[in-house]
């Protein structure tokens, strides 16, 4: 079945480390996204990446890094620059905006839930 | 400055009686409009989108949305609730143009559905 997979779904952190999400998706599907979601905010977009070897930021970027390395996979990395990480983190892809398509909606994965010591 | 606003956080309805969801956006031009439900520690899964066309569109679930430009909304209906729909809905948005793909997205309203 195609999908989007994350992991771990439960992820700890002790204040000063680094931790990275994992993103893969077997969708065939050039864009990915990570998002961020706390309760009452909805969803804030963290970084996304239409191609690989290329991500911009998002609304709310500091703190954290990404890569895309491969088509399939875009993990997030949350760095001890991010003061509060405690969240629900999603991760999406999409199809690409070739052949004149102006837009593709987005899937997402089950999500991973970290949180800071 | 740009948004998307679903003004009700919470809201409880009976098992079989109908809902209606708001959501409202703020954009220079039509955007592109989704509804996504999530249930509890849950990803998002895609209920409906409305690009152009017919301005009412079907989507899963039996879910049906209004795209009403006059008003700059897209609200969710559905005419008889079943418990199982118990989740937290979100309207969301992607601007015309590209834009990279971007979404938007509402803060949410959770479902209630007393038996």
């Known amino acids: 079945d195609g999908g989007i997979t994350q992991s771990p779904k439960y992820l700890f952190r002790k204040e000063g480390q680094n931790v990275t999400l994992s993103c893969e998706q077997n969708?065939?599907?050039?864009?990915m996204y990570w998002y961020r979601q706390d309760p009452g905010q909805g969803l804030r977009l963290i970084y996304y990446?239409?191609?690989?070897?290329?991500?911009q930021k998002g609304d709310i970027a500091e703190g954290y890094s990404v890569s895309r390395e491969k088509k399939e996979s875009f993990p997030l990395t949350v760095t001890s620059a991010q003061k509060n990480p405690t969240a629900f983190y999603l991760c999406?892809?999409?199809?690409?905006?070739?052949?004149?398509?102006?837009?593709?909606?987005?899937?997402f994965g089950p999500g991973t839930r970290l949180t800071v010591l | 400055a740009q948004s998307v606003t679903q003004p009700d956080i919470h809201i409880t309805v009976s098992e079989g009686a109908s809902l209606e969801l708001r959501c409202n956006y703020s954009?220079?031009?039509?955007?592109?409009l989704f509804w996504y439900v999530q249930s509890p520690g849950q990803g998002l899964q895609l209920l409906l989108k409305?690009?152009?066309?017919?301005?009412l569109v079907q989507g899963i679930k039996g879910f049906e949305a209004e795209f009403k430009r006059s008003q700059s909304s897209f609200n969710l209906r559905k005419p008889s609730v079943h418990w199982s729909d118990a989740a937290e809905y979100f309207c969301?948005?992607?601007?015309?143009?590209?834009?990279?793909?971007?979404?938007?997205f509402g803060t949410g309203t959770q479902l209630k559905v007393e038996l």
């Open positions: 999406a892809s999409s199809k690409g905006l070739a052949g004149g398509r102006s837009y593709n909606e987005q899937f």
């Open positions: 969708l065939n599907h050039d864009a």
């Open positions: 990446s239409q191609i690989v070897n290329d991500f």
């Open positions: 954009y220079g031009a039509t955007p592109y």
């Open positions: 409305y690009f152009s066309g017919d301005t």
């Open positions: 969301a948005v992607g601007l015309p143009g590209g834009g990279g793909n971007k979404l938007t």
